[in-house]
């Protein structure tokens, strides 16, 4: 079998086979374009068939490689952790856009947040919280392959840094309804990373009156949330004495990222 034959015959999107392919035969995705007439070996083509039947009962490729890059930084991922998304780099950017010396990462996850803050900001101060120490084990990981130095704290939101103020705080809680339709897509990836209450809220409810204890005056609050939870969120960030309130759009036009003051 050749690769374009396995490219052929995989049955999955053709990007996806490409990275797959390309992990096997420990070629470059552009290498993969390159050699279309190259043969595999039965261990290649054994182990890629393996890769395709994992991938066609739903398994994300970044579980399958093993990793996912995230704001020009590749990120080792297990089931322990979310996929870091494309559109969460937008929580990245408009933090990049403050003044801050020391910057706290609520529900950090693979780190991949508190890693590109710190990778873009070497001097800063960069904690990163999460409940789950297997999440946080991911995170070290990171941390220590990319050269990175991220305090890394286990324990629930704000927790872990009682009576510590930061310039800037940054959370991509789960904020997915519980019995959204979306969820059986996601089903690979940990249910305690996606979902928070009837209303996506939960998570969001409990972090946002508690910042401002845990905010520099002038600091800011960053929070990711779904579509259409704009409204609320900015709502509740007022409510909690928060000021500047505004949204921001990802890629797409939608409301994704909403912050405000202290």
């Known amino acids: 079998m050749t690769i374009e034959e396995a490219l052929r015959s995989s049955g999955i999107e ?53 990793e996912k890059e995230f704001y020009g930084l590749r990120l080792s991922v297990t089931p322990a952790v979310l996929i870091p998304r494309p559109e969460t780099e937008l929580l990245v950017e408009l933090a990049l856009r403050r003044k801050f010396e020391s910057a706290l990462d609520l529900g950090t996850g693979s780190g991949a947040i508190a890693l590109a803050i710190k990778h873009e900001r070497p001097g800063v101060r960069v904690v990163g919280v999460d409940s789950s120490a297997a999440a946080l084990a991911v ?71 508690a910042s401002g ?13 779904g579509i259409g939870q704009d409204g609320a969120v900015r709502t509740l960030m007022r409510a909690s004495g928060l000021e500047e309130v505004q949204t921001w759009p990802d890629l797409s036009g939608i409301g994704r990222v909403s912050g405000g003051r202290a």
């Open 213 to 225: 204890t845990h905010l520099q005056r002038g600091g800011w609050l960053l929070v990711e949330h």
């Open 139 to 209: 995170a070290n990981r990171n941390g220590a392959a990319l050269g990175l130095h991220v305090d890394w704290r286990q324990g629930r939101w704000f927790e872990p840094v009682e009576g510590e103020r930061f310039d800037l705080v940054l959370a991509n809680p789960p904020y997915i309804a519980a019995g959204d339709a979306h969820l059986a897509a996601l089903r690979f990836e940990p249910l305690s990373a996606l979902v928070a209450g009837a209303d996506g809220l939960d998570a969001i409810r409990e972090i946002v009156p």
């Open 14 to 66: 053709p990007r996806e086979a490409r990275l797959l392919l390309a992990r096997v035969t420990d070629l470059s995705e552009a290498g993969v374009l390159a050699f279309p007439e190259r043969a595999l070996s039965g261990e290649h083509a054994q182990r890629f068939t393996a890769f395709v039947e994992r991938r066609k009962r739903g398994e994300p490729v970044a579980y399958i490689l093993g």
